[in-house]
């Protein structure tokens, strides 16, 4: 089969190469894959930088994120068929540390993420645990099933405290910020304000739902937030972004008892002012990491089947595998945001 991998520990270096198609164990599936969407965890791993180098063992199949069709079942696989469309959870969990036994998978000690861990889409076929897969109706087309795990990213961040009726300030707009966006508006928030620095994206932003982008490498960007928000700032905060500027920008804004919610990675230790940007505000701060499983898949799959259009022009562009370095020169350039390869 044909498959996509990082061959070496250097920048770029990932190269279509044929592999032996695997075999599923007693408890996975043979999935034969559709289409697939590249994440910024792909870019990471392309450009290898200091997480990648860090994290990544080559070679490797890279590719988390995918929609496909079950061509083999282990012998304990009961609940699923051949030709069953599926997706999958890519965080494969061990059911035995005390966040596992909590229900906290998305936050188990032992996960195993495919494509990073372990050999991962961006290949004709690949095998999953039947635990980790999720069927999909009608309502969703393969293009939809390859990024329903970033628009679940976006679903468990946006989840994690109420947002209707109250005012939302999105920090960076890559495509889960971008979902996030569209999350909300469906969701009935009162006002949307995206920072965002790229034009593509902040466009894109202004079309799904965002009420106002601002440019945060503009002057006065705090005032600038405050105004739009009537000067009490924010209710709450979706961080997106993990850069340091736009960290410090969520907390200053952020309105007392408001709710933070950080999902974007930074590269550094941040610091924050606790007596005053934290305490004296009263407001809440949440971590998201993954997606819960699988109450953040049920969500996803209900906001597809009633907006799966609103996320339509987040996937700028759609090509074969065999273009994949292709899909990240655009991503460096910026002239990308989601890109779904047919496999
Ligand atoms: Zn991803
Ligand atoms: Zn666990």
Known sequence: MKAAIKEIRAPKS??????????????????KIKKAGICGTDFHIYKWDNWAQHRIVPP?????????????????????KVGDRVSAEGHIVCHNCKSCNLGNYHICDNVKIIGVDIDGCFAEYMVMPASNLWLLGNHISDRHAAIMDPLGNA???????????????ITGAGSIGLFATAITRSLGANRIVVSEPNSLKAEVAKKIGADEV????????????MSLFDSHGPDVVLEM?????????AFNAISKGGDVSLLGLSDQQISLDLNNQVIFKGIT?????????????????????????????????????????????????NAAIKVVLSI
């Open 285 to 333: 701060i949440r971590g998201i990491n993954g997606r819960r499983m699988f109450e953040t898949w049920h969500q996803v799959d209900e906001y597809i089947k009633n907006h799966g259009n609103s996320i339509e022009p987040v996937i700028t562009h759609e090509m074969p595998l065999s273009n994949i370095n292709e899909a990240f020169d655009l991503m460096a350039n």
């Open 241 to 249: 972004s993990g850069v340091s500027s736009a960290i410090e920008l």
């Open 214 to 225: 601002i440019n945060p490498l503009e002057a006065n960007t705090y005032q600038k937030v």
């Open 60 to 80: 490797l199949t890279i590719g988390h994120e995918f929609g496909g069709v079950i061509e083999k079942l282990g012998k304990n696989v009961t609940k699923y």
């Open 14 to 31: 990932i190269i279509i190469t044929e592999k032996k198609i695997p075999t599923p164990n007693d408890d996975e599936v043979l999935i």
């Open 155 to 169: 679903m468990h961040t946006v989840m994690a405290q109420p947002v209707k009726d109250r005012n939302v300030l």
